[in-house]
């Protein structure tokens, strides 16, 4: 017999929890009202694909909180084990160019698997008692943007959790969408026309700085890259 789990959507708040850590009890979503918010899981304590995925957030950490952003992991093992683990990462582990890194974001001790349920981390085809790799993207409202499944064996890319972080930011401050394989700097897409009057103009009289492919399709320039004079 399998407990029923039903991951929260993209749109909807996302569960809210109270948890030990290894820096301290966190309430969520009170502790991280106003910032953007990862929240990863990993399988567990003392695996390889963990630690190189562990080093890399936490040497990317200062860049994420540039982007008002907070790193919050969890696995189903207990704060004891975190921390002996972290520390191993700090003393012994070097790679490639990350050593002596110290994982300073909280790291969630869940061994009554609660969080995991409520955020549909355990998934029983895949393991019964280990957290699939699951990424989920909060707004500074606590409300799920963006998930993301990887399976055991399989490492995340952080550069792409990074670049789609930026993206949403850049969408809702300036209303656009972005294109396939976007980039900070690259055009990005003018919502579409919303009658056959706007769709008319547009290709008869685009507007300054956009490049009109057709009426559903507009593009125009980042509008964080600065201008030449």
Same mark, same amino acid.
Not at 157 to 177: F, G, P, T, Y
């Given at each position: 017999?399998?407990?029923?789990? +039903? ?5 909807? /708040? #996302? ?10 009890? %966190?309430?969520? =979503? ?58 191993t990462i700090k003393e012994k582990i070097e790679y490639k160019d990350m050593k002596d890194v110290e994982v300073t974001f909280p790291v969630i001790s869940d ?5 995991? +349920? ?5 998934? /029983? #085809? ?10 989920? %993207?909060?707004? =500074? ?60 103009e547009r290709v008869e009289q685009p507007a300054e700085g956009t490049q009109v492919l057709d009426w559903f399709m507009v593009l125009k320039d980042d509008p ?6």
């Open positions: 017999m399998t407990t029923e789990t +039903r991951m929260p959507l993209i749109g909807e /708040p #996302a569960p809210g929890f109270s948890a030990e850590t290894t820096q301290g009890p %966190i309430e969520f =979503p009170g502790d991280y009202e106003g910032h953007w918010v990862i929240f990863f899981s990993h399988p567990a304590d003392f695996t390889p694909v963990c630690t190189t995925e562990f080093m890399t957030f936490a040497s990317m950490q200062p860049e994420f909180e540039s982007l008002n952003c907070k790193l919050l992991g969890l696995s189903i093992d207990s704060t004891y084990s975190h921390i002996a683990w972290l520390r061994l009554t698997m609660d969080v995991s +349920r409520a955020f549909g981390m355990l998934q /029983p #085809a895949a393991s019964t008692t280990q957290a699939v790799r699951a990424v989920f %993207i909060m707004d =500074p409202n606590a409300i799920v943007r963006a998930i993301l499944y990887y399976p055991l064996s399989n490492g995340r890319n952080m550069q792409e959790i990074k670049r789609l972080l930026v993206a949403m930011q850049l969408s809702d401050k300036e209303n656009i969408a972005t294109p396939a394989n976007w980039t900070p700097g690259d055009k990005v897409i003018v919502p579409p026309a919303g009658s056959c009057g706007t769709a008319k964080t890259t600065p201008t030449e004079n």
